[in-house]
């Protein structure tokens, strides 16, 4: 008989700590171990977003690009880029021949107010266009990516090594008109955070 009651009391005893659970100390502790590691785990799956959409952007660029010396051949002229205009209307003509191409740069507006936003780095980066001298006004035009991430830096240069004529990351040359792509100079023109600006040159 006490063996019976033993057993059931040790039975009751057990299931009142199962139904216990988590009391709201260690509930508590638990959010803010999973806020504290959320918090450090952020800027890397930020970084390892930015890697991912380097490609799939210099592919955006080069098309882009390709629609734009296309258009520009069929003039026949040796400065074809004139005709691109003041900074907001040859940045409109990026962003309207990259409608329905582009997958990664964000073209928004239509017709002359058309702007063209770049996903490396800073929200809402604007993308800006301009007639450029290389060495003849007119003759190619420059491409400028705002607050790019360090993530993207040098990757966005190295994919695009082969179509621009001339690259400058932070305002240092890492390639020159006639010149090598120098792939150590660019690294070490990189900052960190979205600070790193790019200007590629396209004839």
């Avoid at 019976?4 to 057990?14: E, G, H, I, M, P």
């Avoid at 929200?123 to 301009?130: D, E, I, M, R, W």
């Avoid at 003759?139 to 004529?165: E, W």
Wanted: proline letters at 3%; one cysteine or more.
């Amino acid at each position: 008989m006490n063996r019976k009651f033993s057993l059931n009391a040790v039975t009751k005893t057990a299931a009142r700590h199962i139904q216990a659970g988590f009391t709201l100390i260690e509930l508590l502790f638990v959010i803010a171990v999973i806020g504290i590691l959320a918090a450090l785990a952020t800027p890397f799956v930020r970084e390892l977003l930015i890697e991912g959409r380097l490609e799939p952007t210099a592919k955006d660029i080069i098309n882009i690009t390709n629609t734009m010396r296309a258009s520009a051949a069929a003039s026949g002229s040796p400065t074809p880029y004139t005709d691109l205009g003041a900074a907001a209307n040859a940045t409109a003509t990026f962003a309207n021949a990259g409608r329905g191409k582009a997958t990664n740069i964000t073209i928004a507006g239509v017709g002359a107010a058309a702007t063209a936003q770049h996903q490396l780095g800073a929200t809402n980066s604007q993308v800006t266009v301009a007639v450029a001298a290389n060495p003849v006004n007119g003759d190619s035009f420059t491409i400028t990516l705002p607050t790019a991430n360090k993530a993207a830096c040098p990757g966005l240069s190295t994919q695009l090594n082969r179509i621009a004529v001339a690259m400058t990351i932070n305002g240092v040359v890492v390639k020159a008109v006639g010149g090598n792509y120098n792939g150590a100079t660019a690294e070490n023109a990189c900052t960190a955070g979205d600070t790193n600006a790019y200007v590629l040159t396209f004839r």
